[in-house]
């Protein structure tokens, strides 16, 4: 039996405001009144790599699995969040992971200076996952990984390794979570993608129970 005190959304929120990873598509909702007269609906406008989102093997090959062909467990169960605000690097490293004792199957989120500074705005130099970091993940076979930033992958990086090697194993990544005022330490995690077809990626509501 789990009894649960807290339930902390790490989502960011999906409005006019909301800051796209550019050259993604824009976000556009629009209200639009029954032809009764006596409802209201919205024609949402979204890429799957919007906000809070989760990134699926057809992310990176078109072959691979979409979303709604991912395992459930790999979306929701126990996780960590580990702290990495402190690194001076602008990547999150080898050395940096092994300093968290990682272990084996267990799905992990990222805070990182990303979240203390916000998604008000895009920020070119966000901290990101290295390609040894990833690497790494995969030899502990996490179920997931999840960062405070638009993409795992540096920005404008020729190395594509953090989102190759994670996804072509099935690991799922989670993006765009912010994480200012969750410490690190030990949680239950639901973030559920919608049950698209063959999709490479889908956003998502994502929270952490204490």
């Avoid at 979306?75 to 602008?90: A, Y």
């Avoid at 490293?93 to 300093?99: F, G, I, Q």
């Avoid at 404008?156 to 969750?182: M, Y």
């Amino acid at each position: 039996m789990f009894i649960f005190t807290k339930i902390i959304d790490i989502s960011l929120p999906l409005d006019s405001k909301t800051v796209i990873y550019p050259g993604n598509p824009p976000l556009k909702i629009s209200t639009i009144k029954s032809s009764s007269g006596t409802s209201f609906h919205s024609e949402i406008t979204i890429g799957s790599h919007t906000a809070t989102h989760l990134d699926a093997p057809r992310h990176i090959d078109s072959k691979g699995k979409g979303v709604g062909e991912i395992k459930l467990d790999n979306f929701m169960g126990n996780c960590r969040v580990l702290d990495f605000t402190k690194i001076k690097s602008e990547g999150i490293r080898l050395e940096d992971l092994k300093e968290k004792k990682i272990r084996t199957g267990e799905r992990v989120l990222f805070k990182t200076k990303n979240s203390e500074r916000g998604f008000d705005k895009f920020y070119d130099d966000f901290v990101y996952l290295s390609g040894e970091g990833a690497k790494y993940l995969v030899t502990k076979k996490v179920k997931l990984v999840g960062i405070d930033a638009w993409s795992i992958k540096k920005r404008g990086g020729g190395d594509n390794t953090p989102h190759t090697v994670l996804l072509s194993k099935n690991i799922s990544i989670l993006e765009g979570i912010n994480l200012k005022d969750v410490p690190e330490g030990e949680y239950f995690l639901i973030a559920l993608p919608l049950k698209f077809t063959g999709l490479d990626g889908s956003p998502v509501r994502a929270v952490l129970l204490k």
